[in-house]
């Protein structure tokens, strides 16, 4: 099935509970899709806004940001931060014209393997009906 | 400058775990030329101890000075690794990991998929460990003293291992005396020790230890600064008694013009005292307190020709000039072990707490039974026409606890073996009564619980499953509507006394503390501690713990053991006399900074402040980032709008690059 | 028109006059056809020359933050003295958003606030009534816009030129001013935003297109950044190389990332002065895109910036129960 679309999705995971999570989907031996690939921070209110708007810049067709749920962040309010960016920027994108499946947003628990494998579920298959970001991708140049 | 990195990347099999679904040959082999690759292994357990030699050796013969490890979670390995490379002379955060197990190996089943995404994971932590930066953690002097908050068994405890390990210890306590809830119970379940007899001792201790000092009916009004160094400030409230002149002798209260006319606070109401008062006869400090509100002198300015108090005071103790003291010290850990409130029963309106005086809570019941309270011992009750000494005796139990209506879905714990401790007094005090228990549960989980529970069964008290609906009266009679669930049967129960098994709830004026300290609740309202399981006593801050019921309800035994283990925790910085500093904090670049403030706002830790800097000439506002409170979250980064404030080592010029490095292999 | 010109330059001459104030900004007079041009008024002759019309349509509140703090000579004293500036209500909002932000000080400035009818596109206004060189003048008038040029008088209707942003303003009198100039106007009906209306009405792929458009006229010449009261960064992100955010490539890609960026750092910041769509020499309709953000902001979460100078920033707090109907 070589013509099958396969988006690449980029996910900015908090330490303290998403990437738990993600690694607990991985001790559980989880199967998800594997067009996901996750970046590190130590707190979803790290993730500036801009960042999903870079990563589909540079060649993401998707883009995950997933936090602890409200109440639980390590680091106490950070996610409340991030709930407030990334919704006005989810807004902003869509008004721009950019497909509203291309960006998820998530509560995932360090206790919630099953849920982020639903959220990875959910969020390629949304990259994939959404097909490939053309958009304002920054074109590669090959001198 | 830097030097130019040079970068070993080791790929981990991890057994088969990895290997088995990621070609790690040829992630290896791919990563090997990728731009400043100098060395690109594979080992079987990188973490095993020649895995950790492999990378040391190489570092020594290739010069390496960043190292990139694709294996497990960071969250399991990374300590392992930063060790590792440190002791072969890298600074041990030049080390970035790329998860291919759990994110990678374990969740994908296709070995080409599992390939394919091992290597960009790789390329992107090659992306970001060329841009890492050396970070030195350091450390700061911490100051050998502890606050403790509140003077109950938790805070009393918590002070005695404090001050016996040599510590210097501030206990503040809210009201006139040391001893908290503890001290208004009668026995103790189950093994029925007198709770003053085993309390008063550890009250005096307190009190004279020559490490502590006690500072009673006092609050504290302020704390800024940070693990090791707490900067407190207090307020010891106005006596009106010469502390150092009162003997306690108590004839001042015997003199009282307004003498017994006030609810005592200790015998929950039952009793009364005067407006100047010992809270209870075995209160520590034995010092009287004017209560200002109810004293004719203080609240109405004129109390009869002079005060009689300040007449009969052969010691001259009596001070209405009296003025609220701030105190000011510094301490380095603080313990807040404020404890709970009974749950009040006038929330559940069905039982009509607020309507029948035989209606009473199991405090008011502890005051009742117990030999100092307000009847010395008799078990007398007012059943609205007369003074009875109760046949029918009913106690039930969760109330206020378990109960969603109420917004307190928790267990409190201590309902089930105190109601059980009271049938129990009652049992001998009353021997002919016909006592019962109504309950949903029973929880006698504890030592000696069960065996206890046993006993009080044994003892003619009968246990019935039921929750009662509704209490009313009917003649002289009240009686308890409820069904009996075991056999379905509603009934009707006449009976004379009725105590309600209140459960426990945080202390109506916790927000004060929880502002103070910034603190977070936990669902149930009680305060949250770091972890659940294995950070129990510690708060999200470092340097405050939790001690006893404010963190949730406990019996004293369990509260003993955490005022303990507060304790153990809190003496770590004051006995190391420093404290570590995260290394991974975030820095103000203050040629760019604008001044807007938003990371001020945004820092949940107060870590950052504004302060003028002199630029060019010009006086400019900027940040500046306190390292020994921030934590490294970085919501103050997401929200600087100049890109000025940034988390050491998830920078966003070393976030882009990853980003681009898992977005060009697409 | 309540407020006359003698009262306003007889208060710009009193404001300059003081010992504490070191100049004030206001309009006067540009050199042909429909210009105003930003007056440094610094003493009464300046004074005699300021203005307040249908045409003042820029939002002086930029020259607070857009002057560059010198090097100061060793020895020299900085000039502590305040800044007076002349603002219409929705330039007054920028002034408080400024003091939110701690972009300005409360007394660092003396806002001197002109209670606006509504300006005048001049875009509109010159392609119905072409501009010479000759100089004009223009009032109010009743409910329109009286036209004077060479000596002759043109009524012109207040819908066939008022400017986009007056016809959506809810604050036409100033929020926050020291010195009141005239008589409040009555805030008047505001139009549905039908610009932003019509770009929700698309789908996504039209709206992509759309925006495709626009992007791909911009120039990157920056000016919308300039002139905004609420982008004073000395050191923009979005021109910085390390990190490159944004490459200095002037294409699709990069035009579209600048634009997202900057829209993006006006959320909940943007107090609709429409000064960078005047701008904009590509006619890029940037109002469209804050517009849309704000009105986000206003419905989804409560909160309009520029109206309380002791609000907290939006973008650095939050609410608990914030909007989370999007997330997974």
């Known amino acids: 099935m070589s013509a099958e679309f396969n988006p690449n999705i980029v996910a900015f995971l908090c330490n303290w509970c998403s990437y738990a999570g993600a690694d607990l989907a991985g001790t559980s031996r989880v199967n998800y899709p594997s067009n996901i690939q996750i970046i590190r921070v130590m707190c979803s209110g790290r993730v500036n806004p801009l960042y999903v708007m870079n990563a589909l810049q540079q060649g993401a067709d998707g883009v995950l940001v997933s936090g602890c749920h409200p109440g639980d962040c390590h680091y106490m309010e950070g996610n409340f931060f991030a709930r407030r960016r990334l919704g006005m920027l989810k807004d902003l994108m869509e008004f721009v014209g950019v497909d509203p499946k291309r960006f998820h947003m998530s509560w995932v628990s360090a206790s919630e393997g099953h849920k982020w494998k639903e959220v990875v579920e959910k969020t390629v298959e949304d990259a994939k009906e959404a097909g490939p970001f053309e958009g304002f991708r920054r074109r590669q140049i090959d001198w | ?666 | 028109m309540k407020m006359d010109l003698e009262q306003l330059r007889k208060t710009a001459a009193e404001v300059v006059a003081r010992d504490d104030v070191k100049y004030l900004v206001g309009w006067k007079q540009g050199t042909y056809g429909y210009r105003v041009a930003p007056g440094f008024v610094e003493d009464a002759a300046g004074a005699a020359e300021l203005i307040f019309s249908p045409l003042c349509t820029a939002n002086l509140a930029t020259y607070l933050t857009l002057v560059e703090e010198l090097p100061i000579p060793r020895g020299q004293e900085p000039d502590d003295r305040k800044v007076a500036v002349m603002v219409k209500g929705c330039d007054s909002r920028a002034v408080t958003q400024l003091i939110v932000e701690k972009g300005i000080k409360k007394d660092e400035v003396v806002v001197i606030g002109c209670p606006c009818p509504g300006v005048v596109d001049p875009n509109l206004l010159a392609e119905k009534y072409p501009e010479t060189e000759d100089q004009v003048e223009m009032k109010w008038n009743g409910e329109g816009f009286l036209l004077l040029r060479g000596g002759e008088e043109t009524k012109i209707a207040r819908d066939e030129v008022l400017a986009e942003k007056c016809r959506l303003c809810r604050y036409p009198n100033p929020v926050y001013s020291d010195i009141m100039l005239g008589d409040p106007v009555e805030p008047w009906e505001t139009d549905e935003d039908k610009g932003v209306e019509e770009v929700e009405g698309k789908d996504v792929e039209e709206r992509a297109e759309y925006w495709a458009e626009q992007f791909d006229k911009c120039v990157r010449c920056y000016s919308c950044r300039n002139v905004c009261p609420l982008c004073y960064c000395q050191d923009c992100v979005l021109d910085r190389l390390n990190p490159t955010w944004v490459n200095r490539a002037v294409n699709f890609s990069e035009n579209t990332a600048f634009n997202i960026a900057r829209a993006f750092h006006l959320g909940g910041r943007c107090i609709e002065c429409g000064e960078c769509e005047r701008v904009c020499p590509a006619n890029i309709p940037l109002g469209k895109i804050n517009r849309k953000l704000a009105r986000e902001v206003r419905d989804k979460y409560g909160f309009e910036p520029g109206v309380d100078p002791d609000a907290e920033p939006f973008q650095a707090s939050f609410k608990p129960d914030d909007p989370e109907e999007f997330i997974l």
């Open chain 2, 1 to 666: 400058m830097t030097e130019k990195p040079k970068v070993g990347v080791y790929v981990c099999h991890c057994g088969i775990n990895i290997s088995s679904t990621v070609d790690v040959e040829a992630v290896a082999e791919f990563a090997g030329k990728l731009p400043d690759v100098k060395v690109a292994k594979t080992y079987s357990y990188m973490c095993s101890d020649p895995g950790q030699t492999l990378i040391k050796k190489d570092i020594e013969e290739h010069g390496l000075n960043r190292v990139v490890v694709a294996s497990c979670s960071p969250r399991m390995h990374e300590p392992t690794f930063r060790k590792a490379i440190s002791e072969a002379g890298v600074n041990p955060y030049f080390l970035e990991m790329a998860n291919i197990r759990e994110q990678c190996s374990w969740v994908h089943e296709e070995i080409e998929e599992g390939t394919a995404k091992a290597k960009k994971l790789v390329s992107a932590s090659l992306a970001k460990v060329r841009l890492l930066e050396a970070l030195e953690t350091t450390e700061v002097d911490a100051e050998p003293a502890a606050l403790i908050i509140g003077a109950g068994i938790a805070g009393i405890q918590a002070a005695l291992d404090i001050a016996d390990a040599g510590f210097k210890v501030y206990l503040v306590e809210k009201t006139p005396s040391v001893g908290g809830r503890m001290a208004q119970l009668d026995k103790t379940f189950p093994t029925l020790d007198c709770s003053a007899c085993i309390l008063t001792p550890k009250m005096v201790d307190a009190a004279s230890h020559p490490n502590i000092e006690l500072l009673t009916y006092s609050e504290v009004e302020e704390v800024t600064g940070f693990i090791g160094n707490f900067d407190v400030k207090v307020r010891k409230k106005a006596r009106y008694v010469d502390f150092d002149k009162c003997t306690g002798c108590g004839d001042c209260a015997a003199e009282c013009r307004v003498k017994d006319r006030f609810p005592s606070e200790f015998d929950q109401g039952m009793g009364k005292r005067s407006a100047i008062y010992l809270p209870f006869p075995q209160a520590v400090p034995a010092k009287y307190t004017i209560d200002a509100e109810n004293c004719l002198y203080l609240s109405k300015g004129k109390c009869g020709k002079s005060p009689k108090c300040q007449d009969v005071c052969g010691a001259g103790a009596i001070n209405f000039d009296q003025e609220d003291e701030m105190v000011e010290f510094k301490v380095g850990a603080i313990i807040v072990a404020t404890g709970f409130d009974p749950f009040d029963a006038s929330r559940k309106p069905e039982y009509g707490y607020d309507d029948y005086p035989n209606v009473i809570t199991g405090m008011e019941m502890e005051r009742l039974v117990s030999a100092s309270g307000p009847t010395g011992g008799k078990i007398k009750v007012n059943n609205g026409e007369e003074e009875i000494e109760p046949k029918e005796v009913a106690l039930i139990k969760c109330v206020g606890s378990r109960d969603a209506s109420v917004g307190n879905e928790y267990c409190s714990r201590v309902c089930c073996m105190y109601v059980a401790k009271q049938a129990h007094l009652l049992r001998d005090k009353l021997p002919d009564a016909n006592i019962r228990i109504y309950y949903m549960d029973v929880r006698a989980f504890g030592k000696g619980f069960e065996e206890f529970y046993d006993r009080v069964r044994r003892e003619n008290v009968r246990y019935i499953r039921g929750n009662p609906s509704e209490i009313f009266k009917r003649g002289n009679k009240l009686v308890v509507k409820v069904e009996d669930t075991l056999n379905s049967r509603p009934l009707e129960d006449e009976v004379d006394l009725v105590v309600l098994g209140v459960g426990l709830e945080p202390r109506a004026d916790m927000r004060e503390i929880m502002e103070l300290l910034r603190l977070s609740q936990s669902p149930d309202k009680f305060f949250l501690e770091a972890h659940p399981k294995l950070r129990p006593v510690d708060t999200a801050t470092d340097g405050i713990f939790l001690a006893g019921c404010a963190q949730g309800p406990k019996d004293i035994p369990d509260t003993v053991a955490q005022a303990k283990g507060a304790a153990a925790s809190a003496m770590i910085p004051l006995a190391r006399g420093k404290v570590t500093i995260n290394a991974q904090v975030a820095i103000v670049n203050e040629a760019t900074c604008r001044g807007c403030g938003y990371c001020v706002n945004i820092c949940p830790y107060t870590a950052i402040e504004m302060i003028t800097i002199n630029r060019f000439g010009n006086e400019v506002e900027v940040a500046r980032v306190n390292e020994a409170l921030c934590k490294g979250c970085g919501s103050c980064s997401a929200g600087c709008f100049s890109d000025s404030i940034q988390p050491k080592s998830f920078r966003d010029s070393q976030i882009l690059p990853q980003i681009a490095a898992l977005g060009v292999m697409r």
